[in-house]
């Protein structure tokens, strides 16, 4: 077993390069399923999620080639099988768009249901919906999205009840070879939603309105392959955000788009942390002790993420005063709570928002990660904590971060990777 192990607390200095965005990632390797051919996709990401997603690639007939250390040739033209079994996808929450995307291509689909962090209820009655929507029959049976479209897909109006990032990549896929313009109302209008979009449209496809709240998609069967690059990741960007405005540091963040940042940048300014952009790069600088506390509400971009609470909670422990974040996404993202009050946070939860009572030094702790980003929270804890930080099961950070221990090292922090033998 692995641990992440942190001496704190540390200062940063220097430049971190960010990599390319997992939640666009995942989706656009398994939008190849759906152009039928050759594609080669670059800024792909040295993470578990990206890995996994094509090994089910792999597994369905798709010949994967890695050209470079983040580009890949992925040629989706023989594909044998439909089926995504139950124990591959449900290690990951992006497997269900091998759905819309089989959908789209063969009319029919048998996957696995998806994994993914448990934070909550996190249904796909919305996704159902959409495929449903488009002619399909749907059966959730014995863990599987089991559904078929007698003649194919067929272009429909789509109005989801909530504004969910899943099921709009979904919806786009399923309809991306249909005839007809379907019509996606109340579609989510995340950074990477976009870029599934501009990808297809590199494939030929004509998808417009993606980043609003409607996106139309005029289906085309006859989609070829392209060059593309991934964006870069906006959430690791967060996160080394916040590690440098906790920790009083000076970090130059690389290779980034600014506009992605805005919802966080504009928020954490109102602390006092001070940015200062440029074309693809964000210069941040704080001294933690002059920090005001802020009140946050996680909202669909072009809202404060909520895939940014738990790393933002770090900071909040660290600022002088009362700050809060209302979490209003998910039902148990709240998880990572305990972990910090092993390590000295005073926090308390009441309903939907949590209410930090910042300013005290947090004291390191052997703690967990106990999902994606929570864990990224560990890591930035361990950086302001006094002591030894010993972190656990952090396979659910290296779904999502590309080499953080070592981006972090050269931050100048001290951060190592250990390996614990199973004591059975
Ligand atoms: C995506 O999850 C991301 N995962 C999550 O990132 C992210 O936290 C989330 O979007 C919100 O931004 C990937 O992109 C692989 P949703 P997703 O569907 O698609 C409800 C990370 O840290 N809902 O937008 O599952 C749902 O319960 C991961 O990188 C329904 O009710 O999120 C939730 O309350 C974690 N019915 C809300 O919508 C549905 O059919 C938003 O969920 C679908 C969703």
Redesign the pocket.
Known sequence: MERIVISGPSKLYGSVKISGM??AA??VIFGTIAVNDECIIDNLPNISDVNLSLELLKNMGAVVEKLGETKYRIDTRHISTIMAPVEEAGKM??SYYIAGASLARFGVCKVGLPG??DF?????????KAFEAMGAKVRIDEGYIDASAVGGMKAANIYFD??????T?NAILAAVRSDGVTVIDNA?R?P?IVDLANFLNFCGADITGAGTDTIKIKGNKQLHGCEYTIIPDM?EAGTFIIAAAATSSRVLIENIIPKHLESMTSKLSETGIVFEEGDDTLLVKSNVSELRPVNIKTL??PGF???MNPQTAVLLCSISGVSRINET???DRFRYVNELRRMGASIDIENSIATFNGGQRLKAANVRAV???AGAAMVLAGLVAEGTTSIEDIFYIER?YDNIVEKLSSLGAAIKKISIEDFT
């Open positions: 997992k939640n995942v989706a929450r992006a993914g962090c909550g209820e996190r249904p796909i009655d919305q996704h159902v909530c504004v969910t990032v899943g099921g990549i989510a995340e990477h959430i669909p971009y993420p909520t895939d996404i998910f039902s999902d994606l980003r999502g």
